[in-house]
């Protein structure tokens, strides 16, 4: 029978990450020493599960690399070693290797085995250290080089009858001693009987097995425990001790464990590896694919979730089981109350299943969260500075593909903090604050909003120095009077390249404005408070899913698009005094302090217009990436909530559009991309350019 | 045919499918510009009248829009301004035929207008003509061959890769 | 139709052992952990258990002792699902009662051949 073994494994990749999440979090909350028991069982049975895994499902990369983590693993958790510091960094960096690894199989792609060279010879080393000098019958397969004196072995083995039908395989016990050194196996048929007396569930054959290896008679005998009572076996040691260590290599491994349950002495010597010098494993290679891979396409979901969503559809069936009831038949004025009735009913229905079907979709950020303790760790770490990490709002709920877009950028604006923001110890005590920084990520919920503030207490942005960077960069002008948070926003300008203060950390080539950017392509925003010498606060703002917008419905002509709502600002008529051409290319309206690029919507999309006159249609001024601009349209219609649907599915991108719903009659209408259409319109450089005048010209009064 | 008897028969076909599989091919086929085209029946999700649909900004002349097929966003082609024939109107009898094919490496559903539907033949492989020689024609690429059926030549046509 | 207990807390692995169980024609029940399965075991009957050692809640082994104290799974055929490293410690196994195991990694045809032997 062929069973495909594929169809499982995004099942054990996902099983498998959950365990490396697992690993890492109790991992973080260890302390050198004897850990606690269920600390370390659930390190231990994540490292267990992921190698039992990738050894069926065939990643054997993964699966020897995790188990030298397993045996060194089960020597602490058995109380024969002591943990140590050096061994928690280990496993924590082999976490984020494991990670690595799956990442690549799970890609299609063969994971560098190389990158994991350094980690495994550096456990190699602490499991070989351990051993008593001179401890010469205890072999490891992980030091394959070690003289050790080879024994010959002579085993005898006349399995029970009837070991078979207990579920005993006589090939699996042959295969292990084969594993154990150099066996040679003779198959003895003399007892098989005629063919017409055999019975096919018995065992008939025996075994007479020559083998040299390094191994105990415990280690053989182990072999046929389950055997041994109903069986014949004899192991007899053939004089001869040969000193074998060149090919010592060729061999298969062979485990230990065993013979070191007899010797828990070991531990006297346990932490003395600490100094063991291991050069770290090479940063992850590509951050691209590794966030392209988390995005998993699988969601696990409570039984509370499940059991409320058949709940309503009881209800809804139920509902329309007296819609129908009423409408069958001869129809009767008198019914109309009832139906309407229903329908109200049905309505209500509707709205609470797709409330929770959305909930389905949603899982507490604190899936998001759980890989900060780790980043925070390690980076105070390099920068010598001692930060305090605080979650809250951890079991805000979210959905799923928002949470898995917004944890690059978090991750972005964390660094950025505690690189920038929070100060040296040295530094902070000499301004009168604790030495440890604190910083702060809390999410909660706000209207339709998930909002999720990056909280330092910090020196606060340096104004002063962002003001020169942006005189520099020619994004503002020396004599431009700005307002001190106009000039912190400065940041987000795709202009405003800080490649001076570009750290190991928060300068890895990506800006603040790309920050920016990935967030605004949700739906969402970001904004920034700081105080000087008192810290600052970077506020993301999402909407709660990307299935549902509530949108603007707007028509040109006779087509209907949509303009996420969570985009507007306003919509307002033109006042045509207001107007002002710009080199020919483009208009721009003079709005308050601002200036407002205008783009007319028939033109961006090749639309006949209803309206020739700006003073006839209306102006939606929506937030771009950069600025403010302005969509003119022939007409504003209602607004209503979309479902999303893609239209690359079965088309592919289109310039200025994000995506298509269905609107209640049926037909289809498009969902309008404002980044997209600023780009399309070619106003991108008009938009951020205005947008700037306008906060200097503001600034100035 | 109608179309809900050719939909019905697209419905047969699919379980037919197993005993004409060595011998035969079946194809659904359709008049454009007075000339009958085939294209593989197994393709074929179903057949329905011509409706307007929404356009898409800034598309090829050939791409009419998209359209709502039970939930789903379904982009339209006109076939017949894709192979750049005369006449492309459009009236009680045309219709959309919703085919799966490859594009870009991918399935994808999508909605051709042609003059009108035909009927279903069954074509054995000796019967096909595979790829004569068609000069120039911007379309031989979408030409998987000649068939032959009665006194007819049918035009048989592989639609992957149709949007360019 | 030949019952099964398939325990194990890896989702793919008890996804893999009931499939190629399932496609063989048993009737598969799975539990994640011993308690899970003890609890299952209560109100059903098997024709075999087979359970993974390494599990959080109630290990393998524990389980095995469990069910071998019910009267109706005293005779039952108990496999342990057990790595070739040894660390599932296949002589406590033994001694809680199972009857055999199964070195893990394994493939779906190992799994199977082991099992029919058991169960014909």
Redesign the interface.
């Given at each position: 029978?062929?069973?495909d073994?594929s169809?499982?494994?995004e099942?054990?990749f996902?099983?498998s990450f959950e365990g490396l999440d697992a690993m890492e979090s109790e991992l973080l909350g260890l302390e050198p020493g004897t850990p606690d028991n269920e600390t370390i069982?659930?390190i231990?049975?994540a490292a267990?599960?992921i190698?039992?895994?990738s050894?069926?499902?065939g990643f054997n990369s993964v699966?020897e690399f995790t188990?030298v983590i397993?045996?060194l693993l089960?020597q602490i958790r058995d109380g024969r070693r002591l943990l140590t510091q050096h061994q928690i960094d280990l496993f924590l960096q082999s976490v984020d290797c494991m990670r690595d690894m799956l990442n690549c199989l799970r890609n299609n792609e063969e994971p560098d085995v190389e990158l994991a060279q350094p980690l495994k010879l550096a456990f190699e080393k602490i499991l070989n250290g351990d051993e008593t000098p001179g401890d010469d019958e205890a072999p490891s397969d992980v030091t394959p080089a070690t003289s050790t004196l080879d024994t010959h072995w002579h085993i005898s083995l006349k399995p029970g009858i009837d070991i078979?039908?207990?579920?005993?395989?006589p090939i699996?016990m042959l295969q292990?001693i084969a594993?154990l050194g150099d066996a040679k196996i003779a198959i003895d048929v003399s007892l098989v009987p005629m063919l017409n007396a055999v019975e096919?569930?018995n065992l008939y054959l025996s075994w007479q097995i020559d083998l040299t290896s390094q191994c105990k008679e415990e280690d053989i005998a182990?072999i046929f425990?389950?055997i041994i009572d109903e069986s014949e076996i004899e192991i007899t040691q053939s004089s001869n001790l040969v000193d074998n260590k060149d090919d010592a290599g060729d061999r298969l491994p062979v485990?230990t464990?065993?013979t070191q349950d007899s010797k828990p002495e070991n531990l006297t010597n346990a932490s003395t590896e600490s100094s063991a010098v291991v050069t770290p494993p090479p940063a992850p290679k590509k951050e691209a694919t590794q966030s392209k891979a988390t995005e998993s396409s699988s969601i696990r979901v409570s039984i509370d979730k499940v059991d409320s969503l058949i709940n309503m559809v009881g209800e809804l069936v139920i509902t329309q089981a007296m819609l129908t009831q009423l409408t069958d038949g001869e129809f009767d004025k008198s019914k109309l109350a009832s139906i309407q009735e229903g329908m109200a009913q049905l309505a209500h229905n509707t709205r609470d299943l797709q409330e929770s079907v959305m909930r389905i979709r949603m899982l507490p950020i604190s899936f998001v969260f759980s890989r900060f303790p780790r980043l925070v760790r390690d980076t105070s770490k390099k920068l010598n500075k001692k930060i305090n990490l605080v979650l809250r709002g951890e079991n805000t709920e979210l959905d799923k593909t928002v949470m898995e877009k917004i944890s690059d950028p978090m991750v972005h604006l964390v660094r950025n903090s505690m690189d920038h923001g929070i100060e040296i110890p040295e530094e902070r005590l000499a301004t009168g604050k604790e030495e440890t920084g604190t910083l702060t990520l809390n999410a909660y919920h706000q209207g339709g909003n998930v909002v999720v503030e990056i909280v330092d207490d910090g020196k606060g942005l340096n104004t002063d120095k962002i003001k020169s960077k942006a005189i520099e960069n020619g994004l503002i002008k020396e004599s431009d009077d700005l307002s001190e948070q106009q000039i912190n926003e400065l940041i987000f300008e795709p202009g405003f390249s800080t490649a001076d203060e570009v750290s190991d950390l928060s300068g890895r080539g990506v800006g603040m404005d790309v920050v920016r950017r990935n967030i605004q392509a949700l739906n969402g925003s970001v904004e920034l408070q700081s105080v000087k010498g008192k810290g600052s606060t970077f506020t993301i703002r999402l909407p709660l899913t990307l299935a549902i917008l509530d949108g603007q419905l707007i028509r040109v002509a006779d087509?209907i698009y949509i303009i996420p709502l969570i985009n507007i600002i306003e919509s307002l008529q033109i006042d045509p005094s207001k107007v002002n051409n710009v080199g020919g290319e483009y208009d721009v309206l003079r709005l308050r302090d601002e200036y407002v690029p205008i783009i007319r919507l028939h033109q961006?999309?090749?639309?006949q217009a209803d309206c020739s006159k700006l003073t006839e249609g209306l102006l939606v001024v929506v937030e771009s990436d950069n600025g403010k601009v302005g969509i003119w349209v022939d007409e504003l219609l209602g607004q209503q909530q979309v479902v999303i649907?893609?239209?690359e599915?079965?088309?592919?991108k289109?310039?200025?559009?994000s995506g298509?719903t269905?609107l209640g009659d049926?037909?289809?209408?498009?969902i309008i991309d404002i980044i997209g259409l600023v780009k399309?319109a070619g106003l991108r450089k008009a938009v951020r350019v205005n947008a700037l005048a306008g906060k200097q010209d503001a600034g100035a009064r | 045919m109608n179309i809900d008897e050719l939909n019905a028969r697209l419905v047969e076909s699919t379980v037919n499918e197993q005993d004409y599989f060595d011998e035969f091919q079946q194809y659904l086929t359709f008049l454009m510009n007075g000339e009958e085209y085939g294209v593989d029946i197994l393709r074929v999700q179903e057949i329905r009248g011509w409706e307007k649909c929404t356009v898409i900004p800034n598309s090829s002349d050939y791409v009419r829009g998209v359209l709502n097929l039970r939930g789903t966003v379904v982009p339209v082609i006109d076939l017949r301004v894709r192979f750049g024939l005369a006449n492309a109107e459009y009236s009680q009898i045309t219709v959309v035929i919703v085919v799966k094919l490859r594009q870009d490496d991918k399935d994808k559903i999508m909605g051709l207008v042609v003059d009108a539907v035909s009927d279903v033949h069954a074509l054995k492989r000796s019967q096909i003509n595979v790829s004569p020689e068609l000069g120039d024609n911007q379309n031989s690429e979408f030409i998987q061959g000649l068939g032959q059926v009665e006194n007819k030549m049918l035009i048989l046509l592989d639609l992957n890769n149709i949007l360019d | 139709m030949k019952k099964i207990l398939a325990v194990d807390d890896s989702a793919s692995m008890r996804q893999m052992v009931s499939f190629t169980l399932k496609k063989a024609g048993f009737d598969v029940t799975d539990a994640k952990d011993g308690v899970d399965a003890l609890a299952i075991a209560q109100n059903q009957d098997f024709d075999l258990i087979i359970s993974d050692v390494n599990m959080p809640n109630m290990d393998g082994i524990t389980l095995i002792k469990e069910l071998r104290g019910i009267d109706k799974f005293k005779y039952t055929p108990m496999l342990m699902l057990t790595t070739e490293s040894g660390l599932d410690k296949k002589s406590a196994g033994k001694a809680a009662g199972a009857t055999g195991w199964i070195v893990k990694p394994f493939n779906p045809d190992q799994l199977l051949a082991t099992i029919n032997k058991v169960l014909r």
């Amino acid at each position: 029978m062929s069973v495909d073994l594929s169809q499982f494994y995004e099942v054990f990749f996902e099983e498998s990450f959950e365990g490396l999440d697992a690993m890492e979090s109790e991992l973080l909350g260890l302390e050198p020493g004897t850990p606690d028991n269920e600390t370390i069982n659930t390190i231990f049975r994540a490292a267990h599960s992921i190698k039992g895994g990738s050894g069926t499902f065939g990643f054997n990369s993964v699966s020897e690399f995790t188990h030298v983590i397993e045996t060194l693993l089960d020597q602490i958790r058995d109380g024969r070693r002591l943990l140590t510091q050096h061994q928690i960094d280990l496993f924590l960096q082999s976490v984020d290797c494991m990670r690595d690894m799956l990442n690549c199989l799970r890609n299609n792609e063969e994971p560098d085995v190389e990158l994991a060279q350094p980690l495994k010879l550096a456990f190699e080393k602490i499991l070989n250290g351990d051993e008593t000098p001179g401890d010469d019958e205890a072999p490891s397969d992980v030091t394959p080089a070690t003289s050790t004196l080879d024994t010959h072995w002579h085993i005898s083995l006349k399995p029970g009858i009837d070991i078979l039908k207990t579920g005993n395989e006589p090939i699996f016990m042959l295969q292990e001693i084969a594993e154990l050194g150099d066996a040679k196996i003779a198959i003895d048929v003399s007892l098989v009987p005629m063919l017409n007396a055999v019975e096919p569930d018995n065992l008939y054959l025996s075994w007479q097995i020559d083998l040299t290896s390094q191994c105990k008679e415990e280690d053989i005998a182990e072999i046929f425990d389950w055997i041994i009572d109903e069986s014949e076996i004899e192991i007899t040691q053939s004089s001869n001790l040969v000193d074998n260590k060149d090919d010592a290599g060729d061999r298969l491994p062979v485990e230990t464990e065993n013979t070191q349950d007899s010797k828990p002495e070991n531990l006297t010597n346990a932490s003395t590896e600490s100094s063991a010098v291991v050069t770290p494993p090479p940063a992850p290679k590509k951050e691209a694919t590794q966030s392209k891979a988390t995005e998993s396409s699988s969601i696990r979901v409570s039984i509370d979730k499940v059991d409320s969503l058949i709940n309503m559809v009881g209800e809804l069936v139920i509902t329309q089981a007296m819609l129908t009831q009423l409408t069958d038949g001869e129809f009767d004025k008198s019914k109309l109350a009832s139906i309407q009735e229903g329908m109200a009913q049905l309505a209500h229905n509707t709205r609470d299943l797709q409330e929770s079907v959305m909930r389905i979709r949603m899982l507490p950020i604190s899936f998001v969260f759980s890989r900060f303790p780790r980043l925070v760790r390690d980076t105070s770490k390099k920068l010598n500075k001692k930060i305090n990490l605080v979650l809250r709002g951890e079991n805000t709920e979210l959905d799923k593909t928002v949470m898995e877009k917004i944890s690059d950028p978090m991750v972005h604006l964390v660094r950025n903090s505690m690189d920038h923001g929070i100060e040296i110890p040295e530094e902070r005590l000499a301004t009168g604050k604790e030495e440890t920084g604190t910083l702060t990520l809390n999410a909660y919920h706000q209207g339709g909003n998930v909002v999720v503030e990056i909280v330092d207490d910090g020196k606060g942005l340096n104004t002063d120095k962002i003001k020169s960077k942006a005189i520099e960069n020619g994004l503002i002008k020396e004599s431009d009077d700005l307002s001190e948070q106009q000039i912190n926003e400065l940041i987000f300008e795709p202009g405003f390249s800080t490649a001076d203060e570009v750290s190991d950390l928060s300068g890895r080539g990506v800006g603040m404005d790309v920050v920016r950017r990935n967030i605004q392509a949700l739906n969402g925003s970001v904004e920034l408070q700081s105080v000087k010498g008192k810290g600052s606060t970077f506020t993301i703002r999402l909407p709660l899913t990307l299935a549902i917008l509530d949108g603007q419905l707007i028509r040109v002509a006779d087509h209907i698009y949509i303009i996420p709502l969570i985009n507007i600002i306003e919509s307002l008529q033109i006042d045509p005094s207001k107007v002002n051409n710009v080199g020919g290319e483009y208009d721009v309206l003079r709005l308050r302090d601002e200036y407002v690029p205008i783009i007319r919507l028939h033109q961006a999309f090749n639309h006949q217009a209803d309206c020739s006159k700006l003073t006839e249609g209306l102006l939606v001024v929506v937030e771009s990436d950069n600025g403010k601009v302005g969509i003119w349209v022939d007409e504003l219609l209602g607004q209503q909530q979309v479902v999303i649907k893609s239209l690359e599915a079965n088309y592919r991108k289109v310039d200025g559009i994000s995506g298509a719903t269905i609107l209640g009659d049926g037909t289809v209408s498009l969902i309008i991309d404002i980044i997209g259409l600023v780009k399309l319109a070619g106003l991108r450089k008009a938009v951020r350019v205005n947008a700037l005048a306008g906060k200097q010209d503001a600034g100035a009064r | 045919m109608n179309i809900d008897e050719l939909n019905a028969r697209l419905v047969e076909s699919t379980v037919n499918e197993q005993d004409y599989f060595d011998e035969f091919q079946q194809y659904l086929t359709f008049l454009m510009n007075g000339e009958e085209y085939g294209v593989d029946i197994l393709r074929v999700q179903e057949i329905r009248g011509w409706e307007k649909c929404t356009v898409i900004p800034n598309s090829s002349d050939y791409v009419r829009g998209v359209l709502n097929l039970r939930g789903t966003v379904v982009p339209v082609i006109d076939l017949r301004v894709r192979f750049g024939l005369a006449n492309a109107e459009y009236s009680q009898i045309t219709v959309v035929i919703v085919v799966k094919l490859r594009q870009d490496d991918k399935d994808k559903i999508m909605g051709l207008v042609v003059d009108a539907v035909s009927d279903v033949h069954a074509l054995k492989r000796s019967q096909i003509n595979v790829s004569p020689e068609l000069g120039d024609n911007q379309n031989s690429e979408f030409i998987q061959g000649l068939g032959q059926v009665e006194n007819k030549m049918l035009i048989l046509l592989d639609l992957n890769n149709i949007l360019d | 139709m030949k019952k099964i207990l398939a325990v194990d807390d890896s989702a793919s692995m008890r996804q893999m052992v009931s499939f190629t169980l399932k496609k063989a024609g048993f009737d598969v029940t799975d539990a994640k952990d011993g308690v899970d399965a003890l609890a299952i075991a209560q109100n059903q009957d098997f024709d075999l258990i087979i359970s993974d050692v390494n599990m959080p809640n109630m290990d393998g082994i524990t389980l095995i002792k469990e069910l071998r104290g019910i009267d109706k799974f005293k005779y039952t055929p108990m496999l342990m699902l057990t790595t070739e490293s040894g660390l599932d410690k296949k002589s406590a196994g033994k001694a809680a009662g199972a009857t055999g195991w199964i070195v893990k990694p394994f493939n779906p045809d190992q799994l199977l051949a082991t099992i029919n032997k058991v169960l014909r």
